[in-house]
Each structure stands twice: as C-alpha cells, then as structure tokens.
C-alpha cells in the first residue's frame, strides 16, 4: 500500500456516459496528480494540482475536467469519451507540486478504463 | 528533446548483479536525478534519488559521475521478481513538469 487509493478499479463506460474517478491519498502530501498510461506506451502527465490549484495541464482534452476540492482528493470527471481514451489512468501524490529532493511520487493502483 | 535516455530492454539472471545507465546530458544545475520501477497494471514505485556521487538504500545503489550527465541505478543480486520497467527522471523545484516527464524506461528481465 502506497497512501494512494483509488476507485473504481475498473471501468467500462460508452461514449455518451459521464463517469468520474477517485482519488484519495493519506500521505498529506500537498500536490497530486494524473496520468495516463494507454497500451506500450510511457505515462503521460494529464494534470498537476499544488495547494489544490492547477499548476499544469499538458493539452488534455476538454472531455477529461479534473477536479481538486481539497488536499487529499483529486477526482478526473469523464464525458464523451472515445474508445481511443481505453488507458490505464494513475493517481499520485508529493510532498510539493514539482520535482526536487525528497519529493517523490507515490502512485495509486490506478483505473483500468475502457470506452465501448 | 528528450531528457534522458535509457536502453529500451535489458536482459539478466537470477543473482547476478544489473546496472542500467541513464544519459542526461542537459542536467541542470538544480536537477535531482530519480528512478522509478513499474510492473504491469501497476503505478511507479519510487526506488531511489540522488545528486551527486552515490547513493545506496535497501534495495539499489545509484551512481553519479562528477559531470553529472549520466547516471547508473545498480540493482544487486535480481531475482524474478525485479522483472519490470525502470525510469529515469530528471528536474528541480522550479523546472516544472519535466522532473515529472516518465519516458519509455527501460524493461529488465530477469531469467532463471
């Protein structure tokens, strides 16, 4: 266990549903994360959040919204999604919202999504 | 431009010990050098960080010569189970995302 969880575990979701991720870390760390991960390839960073502000968004498109109410939740809300967006999605947490000494990630088990 | 490279796979056995070498040749000044394991359908798991010269925890070593443009995550006596895919990751405090930036990694597999 890393402090990071999220739900569900996995999903199955059409193109014209609305779902939402979770996640939660236990670590009080101040910055969080998302990623996506699809098939053969690296992880790609979605979104950062520090002090539950935005800090980074790498040009995701609009049908991904994250969501960050506190320090300790960060949930990425879906809608029209495409099957193409099928990836493993990855939750994580730091200390602070960039890189640096002692500030290590630590990820959740992630959401395994796949769009029909 | 890529921050760093890495060999794309990697091949051992049980008990031996395994290096693999990551090239950051545009390291800056401020920049922490940190190495990830992954398994299948898992998140990255934290191994170790260093700056400069070594750094040895539990479960690897890393080397750091004094030019600072490489870096070597030293991984004694594998066994099965480090069978994964290794990152290497490079940035500072204030270099944004690209301390954040995860490449292909590097995929070690260990054989009986």
């Known amino acids: 266990e890393t402090g990071v969880t999220q739900t569900p575990r996995h999903l199955v979701m059409g193109m014209t549903n609305k779902k939402s991720l979770k996640c939660e870390q236990h670590l009080g760390h101040n910055a969080m994360y998302w990623y996506k991960q699809s098939a053969k390839k690296p992880l790609e960073l979605m979104f950062v959040y520090s002090l539950e502000e935005r800090v980074e968004n790498n040009s995701v498109p609009s049908r991904f919204s994250p969501e960050c109410p506190n320090s300790s939740h960060l949930f990425l809300h879906l809608h029209t999604l495409q099957p193409e967006d099928s990836a493993l999605y990855l939750c994580a947490s730091s200390q602070d919202g960039l890189a640096g000494e002692g500030n290590e990630q630590f990820f959740g088990p992630g959401t395994r999504l796949t769009v029909l | 431009l890529a921050k760093t490279t890495q060999p794309i796979s990697m091949d051992s056995y049980e008990g031996q010990e395994v290096n693999i070498t990551c090239s950051h040749n545009n390291i800056a000044t401020n920049d922490y050098i940190t190495w990830y394991q992954q398994f299948p359908s898992q998140g990255p798991r934290f191994i170790i960080q260093?700056?400069?010269t070594k750094v040895t925890n539990e479960v690897a070593s890393l080397f750091i010569p004094a030019d600072r443009k490489s870096s070597t995550l030293s991984l004694p006596r594998v066994s099965l189970s480090d069978t994964a895919v290794y990152y290497c990751l490079v940035g500072d405090s204030g270099g944004g995302a690209d301390g954040l930036t995860f490449g292909k990694g590097t995929h070690l597999i260990i054989q009986p």
């Open positions: 260093g700056y400069k």
